[in-house]
């Protein structure tokens, strides 16, 4: 059930197990319906920076193609392919010139339309272990460097197919590409989310131009740009996110220690709890090492982790897991769990080199900390996990979200009005400020 605002606590934990030091507990939101000091302050620091803790995720904007043979074999066309077109048009992608993809147009029918992409299983360039799609969330455009030796313009389609449904999606009405190497801006903002957090091909297609017959064309960078945002929620596993609100999790390894699991790498065991707005809820059993549960992207698992990988999180410097524990017998005692990302074809790796956090086992929901700083590959994460240490009884886990944020730079200029302007709706969207208990 949900708890009033007489019973609202929202605790912060940072604590080694290993080491036994001492929890050490922040206050962000007091009893009895007031708001202590400790959540205005971080409320108004927030807004001063004209940030928002509740905005979807966003990654970073980088160069996802360059054909400058960085750390690859050269020459390399970075899996480009012709894509689509007339069985009368061909033509010859090479990257004979570093730093740029050519394609050199060889149609029986001169000037045919054709589209050409990056292949369906490359995330970006600079990974070539990671495969399946490319997480463009919160991003507000893609650059092409594009042009052709032509002499005249061509009309060109730019493109992505998006989704685990490969949707066809036109980014903006056809641009006029002239002669010679220029910038394109176009935009993502005909995606929906599922659609941007899951790019499988992007590219161009090259309207009929038969006046001008065969072309050769030059693509020297493909960039995703905009402002990234500070806060990601992975996952939230509220009511009506997919699976039924289970959202993509799955039991990784040590699968005995969930109740009903049936040994598989999947969702069995399983169930979403619907207190408050939602949450994912299993049965931990003692007397042996916890289970360990991971998540892809934060849509729909469908069977596979192909379904919601890759994802993006080179923007954020720590991650944020919001989870209870519950002995049904009311034992109590603190329970020990790490965090791990799988990343760039399933390379193992733990936040903080696997030190662990100590959460109470007492029905209530606590925010437990890891600094990202110094992981490898995290724009291509396959998998974002939790892993529980062994405890004696058997436990009522409840995850409520993950989430993802920027560490904000110090300010001299602290508003504290702005900040007090946004508590009214931070304390409500922020789950009742760990309000679910179990």
């Not at 606590?9 to 009893?31: D, E, G, V």
């Not at 589209?115 to 919160?138: K, P």
């Not at 993950?402 to 009005?417: A, D, N, T, Y």
């Amino acid at each position: 059930m949900c708890l009033t605002s007489e019973a609202k606590t929202h605790l912060i934990l940072s604590m080694n197990p290993k080491q036994q030091q001492q929890s050490s507990l922040y206050i962000a939101a007091s009893k009895s319906g007031f708001l202590s000091p400790t959540f205005v302050a971080s409320l108004a620091l927030v807004c001063v920076c004209g940030l928002s803790p509740f905005h979807a995720g966003a990654q970073s904007p980088s160069a996802l193609y360059t054909w400058d043979n960085t750390g690859n074999a050269a020459p390399n066309i970075e899996t480009w392919v012709r894509n689509f077109g007339a069985g009368s048009t061909s033509a010859t992608l090479d990257n004979s010139i570093l730093g740029q993809l050519t394609i050199i147009e060889t149609s029986i029918a001169p000037g045919g339309s054709q589209a050409f992409t990056d292949g369906a299983n490359r995330v970006r360039e600079s990974s070539t272990a990671a495969g399946g799609g490319t997480d463009l969330t919160g991003l507000d455009y893609l650059e092409y460097e594009i042009g052709h030796n032509g002499a005249g313009n061509i009309n060109v389609q730019f493109f992505v197919q998006a989704s685990t449904g490969f949707n066809f999606v036109s980014l903006g009405p056809d641009l006029v590409v002239t002669p010679g190497i220029n910038t394109y801006q176009v935009p993502l903002s005909g995606l929906t989310a599922d659609q941007a957090v899951y790019i499988r091909t992007m590219g161009f297609n090259a309207r009929d131009h038969a006046g001008l017959g065969n072309v050769t064309w030059t693509l020297r960078e493909l960039r995703s740009g905009g402002t990234p945002l500070t806060t990601r929620n992975l996952i939230t596993h509220d009511i009506g996110t997919p699976e039924l609100g289970l959202q993509g999790a799955i039991v990784n390894f040590d699968n005995t220690a969930v109740l009903g699991n049936n040994g598989g790498q999947n969702q069995t065991g399983f169930s979403h709890n619907p207190a408050g707005s939602g949450s994912l809820r299993w049965t931990d059993v003692g007397g042996q090492n916890g289970a360990a549960i991971s998540w892809g992207n934060g849509t729909a698992w469908n069977g596979n982790t192909f379904n919601n990988r890759t994802t993006d999180l080179s923007n954020y410097d720590k991650m944020i897991l919001r989870i209870s524990a519950t002995d049904p017998n009311a034992g109590g005692g603190t329970l020990g769990l790490n965090a791990f990302f799988q990343k760039n074809n399933f390379q193992f790796e733990n936040p903080e080199g696997g030190a662990g956090r100590n959460l109470p086992i007492d029905g209530q929901f606590y925010d437990l900390e890891w600094s990202l700083a110094g992981l490898a590959n995290m724009n291509v994460v396959d998998l974002t996990g939790i892993n529980l240490f062994s405890h004696l009884q058997d436990l009522e886990i409840n995850v409520d979200n993950i989430r993802f944020e920027v560490v904000p730079e110090p300010s001299s200029g602290v508003l504290l009005f702005g900040g007090l302007v946004g508590i009214g709706l931070a304390a409500r969207r922020d789950k009742q400020s760990s309000l679910k208990r179990v």
